[in-house]
């Protein structure tokens, strides 16, 4: 009936086993994916970081060579723009000259055609018939005169040069060409600013999210230090910036009876336990349903191992965590739950060997 009773209550258990090993699996597949989220997360943001970085920079690049454009848009509009006002101008003199001259041709003409009267009223002849009539010699006329006029005349025509007729056409052009690069250097100056203020949000967020989390962590590690160590004091600082995202980290600690120094002043066993103590403050911060311990304990002494094993429990009872602790240490064993071992009866053959150190205590207690 014993044995009936036990196979029962065996059966009961491993139905419980499995159910338990069930939900474990379950767990561990929403943790691994929780890390593996959190894992990720952190390359995503510098990823995203080096992209913004990336395009701010071809921003810029795109930006002083659109400037570049610009300007040289603005040197050759200004030198086109000089080229036109000294194209009107010559055209303008031209224009005044031409119309100076056509002027005194046409004077020229009336005074000949009235001196052409005069001459016919006067002495009733045509100019011609009368000079050929006065026979005057050829010395009297002042030819070199005539042609030196002649000559300035066309010197002046041949400065001008050909009247460039597409000036305003081409102005039209190089205003427009400066028209759509002031607006792509707008385009650029305005990607600029979203790009930096995207970058803003995300330091300012990341800061905020660093903050908040250091303040939780420096809480836990307060806490835990005081356990582990029966007193003293910790603390966590960020130093050698202001700004979080490029600070340091600093742990000072103050074991009872001691001053304040850093971590690396301390004993082996002392920054063991502060080590500890920082570690379990960060996953108090976000608790998993598993976590190993390898060989935690092996710098302590038995009292600090006592004090190890009790936040191990309150820690357990706290955020439903298992904790598989692999150790060498009697002490700690002897706090554990249940016990897994390696044996090996027969030579080359090992066997695993489970304990449940709490069923033993009742079948002791029972007997």
């Known amino acids: 009936a014993a044995i009936a009773t036990d196979l029962t209550l065996w059966r009961e258990r491993a139905g ?3 159910a338990a090993a069930a939900e474990l699996a379950a767990r561990q597949q929403e943790a691994e994916r929780e890390r593996q989220e959190l894992e990720t997360a952190p390359d995503a943001f510098l990823a995203r970081r080096r992209a913004l970085s990336a395009e701010i920079q071809a921003a810029d690049r795109r930006r002083r060579e659109a400037a570049d454009r610009l300007s040289g848009a603005e040197r050759a509009l200004a030198a ?16 005044e000259q031409r119309a100076a001259a056509e002027a005194r041709v046409e004077a020229l003409g009336r005074r000949a055609a009235d001196m052409t009267r005069s001459i016919a009223d006067t002495f009733g002849l045509a100019p011609a018939d009368l000079l050929r009539e006065a026979a005057l010699p050829a010395e009297e006329l002042d030819i070199p005169a005539a042609e030196t006029r002649l000559s300035t005349l066309r010197a002046d025509r041949e400065r001008l040069g050909p009247v460039n007729l597409r000036a305003d056409e081409e102005l039209e052009e190089a205003e427009g060409r400066r028209d759509r690069l002031r607006a792509e250097g707008d385009d650029l100056l305005e990607a600029i600013k979203r790009l930096r203020h995207a ?3 995300l330091n300012r967020e990341g800061r905020e ?3 908040a989390a250091f303040s939780v962590v420096d809480g836990h590690f307060r806490r835990l230090f005081t356990t582990l160590f029966g007193g003293g004091e910790a603390e966590l600082t960020l130093v050698d910036s202001d700004d979080p995202l490029e600070a340091g980290l600093e742990i000072t600690a103050r074991p009872p009876g001691k001053r304040p120094q850093s971590l ?3 004993s082996g066993g002392e920054q063991a336990l502060t080590a500890t103590a920082l570690i379990f403050a960060v996953f108090l911060t976000n608790p998993s349903p598993i976590c190993v311990l390898d060989e935690v304990d092996a710098p302590l002494d038995d009292s600090n191992v006592e004090r190890f094993c009790d936040l191990l429990r309150t820690m357990a009872g706290e955020t439903q965590t298992r904790f598989l602790v692999i150790t060498h240490n009697p002490i700690t064993m002897a706090r554990m739950d249940r016990l897994f071992g390696v044996t090996m009866a027969e030579r080359g053959i090992s066997q695993l060997v489970s304990v449940d150190l709490q069923a033993a205590e009742r079948l002791r207690d029972a007997g």
Do not use: G, K, P
């Open 264 to 266: 690396s002043l301390l």
């Open 80 to 95: 086109a723009e000089r080229a036109a006002r000294t194209a009107l101008d010559h055209l303008a003199q031209s224009r």
């Open 16 to 18: 419980r086993a499995d």
């Open 209 to 211: 999210r660093l903050n």
């Open 199 to 201: 970058i803003s949000s």
